[in-house]
């Protein structure tokens, strides 16, 4: 178990982890918002370009040390201190609260944003968490993409390619991401777990980069069984060769030390022809 405390002047607010997963979030009620919203207004952002580049200068070459501007504001409330549950009342029952607090965390976003795109490192990471199945599109135009559309710029104008990670369902707000400058979306997983096809997202995002889990049951398929669904789905996200990549985005299947060589002769195939 973990508890972590945080105080201020106007008050305090705690959160519990158990093994590493969030039992009590850090906002349950307005005086929580208030409290977090005057620590995030009273938070300094600064460079910390040496750290990066020391920890850049350990890899090995195949590997690449990420920045990360972590996640935009909504998603920052709703994954990091309020939680699904306590997130879907909030947006109606502290609707002043809560965007008081978006408000001093945007502030806070642009920040990092400036500081991450005069450093070092090509591709930044946006872990957003995002499932459509939370917002929808009607929130996701006011509230994620006025964030894309001003912020990614910078990142752009630095020569930044910029990933989200978008692990969720998708599909009910495929127009809005289509509009978003994300680059690449990030641990894009197919049904059942999520909700479109590489197909599907290829057609609906046809410029953007893919990284794509394959669903941690597939890897249990025999070995011609896996092999075509790997092909079947290059195909479908890269009919053009470009723009795909496979990833794992959480562990190893336990049984990767069969699984993986027939994922990565399939994709040798698909170079070769």
Request: hydrophobic fraction near 40%; aromatic fraction near 10%; charged fraction near 25%.
């Amino acid at each position: 178990m973990r508890r972590q405390t945080q105080r201020a002047p106007v008050g305090e607010i705690h959160a519990t982890w158990a093994d590493g997963w969030n039992q009590k979030y850090f906002l349950e009620t307005p005086a929580d918002y208030r409290v977090l919203t005057y620590i995030v207004r009273h938070t300094d952002v600064v460079p910390a370009y040496d750290a990066y580049l020391a920890k850049a200068a350990q890899l090995p070459p195949h590997a690449i040390a990420i920045p990360e501007i972590w996640r935009t504001p909504l998603q920052r409330i709703l994954v990091d201190f309020a939680g699904l549950e306590n997130f879907g009342w909030h947006l109606s029952e502290y609707a002043e609260e809560l965007q008081a607090l978006y408000d001093a965390l945007l502030d806070n976003f642009r920040r990092v944003v400036e500081v991450v795109a005069k450093g070092p490192g090509r591709y930044v990471s946006n872990l957003e968490n995002f499932t459509a199945d939370s917002l929808g599109p009607r929130r996701y135009e006011k509230f994620l993409l006025p964030v894309y559309e001003e912020c990614f710029p910078i990142l752009h104008a630095a020569g930044k390619l910029v990933g989200s990670h978008y692990d969720g369902r998708t599909a009910s707000c495929r127009a809005q991401i289509a509009r978003a400058p994300i680059d690449l979306i990030e641990s894009l997983t197919p049904p059942p777990e999520g909700d479109q096809t590489l197909a599907e997202a290829r057609a609906a995002w046809p410029d953007k980069l893919f990284w794509s889990n394959l669903n941690v049951g597939c890897y249990e398929l025999p070995p011609k069984e896996l092999k075509e669904l790997v092909l079947k789905r290059v195909a479908e996200a890269a009919p053009d060769g470009k723009r795909f990549a496979f990833e794992v985005s959480e562990q190893y299947p336990t049984n990767w030390r069969d699984s993986m060589p027939v994922v990565l002769e399939a994709l040798k195939e698909t170079r070769s022809s």
